[in-house]
């Protein structure tokens, strides 16, 4: 009797360490982790930029209006987002898809819904939790709040109109060009941030939609948003 009793209690004991190190890994080492990917991703960026390599499509001969961006590519990032309600030191690099390869390295652009300030709704998911954090304080985020977008040429200023907003995981329309309940009424040039809720779950959505308010070019300087 009492070899197994202590059996027992080894083997809680043995199980209990693994649990400690589990959420040990899932809390610090995978937040480790995507802060260097996401780092890694932001310099890469920088270095294309500053080497004047933005991939922009040649105007076809004879073309009266600018050529359509080239498409981005799978895996990719694109762009840097800052969200001074979330701290002026918080900047994560967007990348193409929400694959979960894709997300453990920075925000996710929902392939198929709009470039960066281009019309329609361009729609960013992000981890609330796990893998850097990237949205923890997602439910802070409150009408007339700054996104701020760069693609190494321009500044793209978006302002929160709603949100957050909570719906479940099946109600894609919140990424539709004109998306429902986001209270717009015509086609324009939308934002989309999707997220998790509950903090630790999945099993509903938080979302913020926002418009296009303005747009400079990089070389006039940062935006009126992200001067302290």
């Given at each position: 009797m009492r070899?197994?009793?202590?059996?027992?209690s080894e083997l809680c004991i043995t199980v209990g360490a693994i649990i400690v190190l589990f959420v040990g890994y899932v809390l610090f080492w995978t937040g480790v982790k995507a802060d260097s990917a996401m780092d890694d991703q932001i310099e890469l960026l920088q270095e294309q930029w500053a080497q004047g390599a933005v991939v922009q499509r040649p105007p076809a001969p004879g073309a009266t209006s600018p050529p359509e961006p080239e498409p981005?590519?799978?895996?990719?990032?694109?762009?840097?987002m800052y969200i001074?309600?979330?701290?002026?030191?918080?900047?994560?690099?967007?990348?193409?898809?929400?694959?979960?390869?894709?997300?453990?390295?920075?925000?996710?652009h929902y392939a198929g819904t709009a470039q960066l300030g281009q019309k329609g709704n361009f729609s960013v998911a992000g981890h609330r939790r796990t893998h850097g954090d990237p949205f923890k304080d997602f439910p802070r985020l409150r009408r007339g709040d700054a996104v701020v977008l760069t693609d190494g040429t321009t500044w793209f200023t978006y302002r929160i109109d709603q949100g957050p907003y909570k719906t479940v995981p099946t109600d894609v329309a919140v990424i539709d060009p004109v998306p429902r309940?986001?209270?717009?009424?015509?086609?324009?040039?939308?934002?989309?941030?999707?997220?998790?809720e509950p903090e630790w779950g999945h099993s509903h959505r938080l979302i913020v939609w926002a418009h296009l308010d303005s747009t400079q070019p990089v070389e006039a300087g940062k935006p009126r948003a992200l001067r302290r």
């Open positions: 070899l197994i009793v202590r059996t027992v981005y590519r799978q895996g990719k990032p694109f762009a840097i001074p309600r979330l701290g002026f030191t918080w900047n994560k690099p967007v990348l193409e898809g929400t694959d979960t390869a894709t997300l453990k390295k920075g925000l996710g309940k986001s209270g717009y009424q015509r086609p324009g040039r939308y934002l989309t941030l999707t997220t998790c």
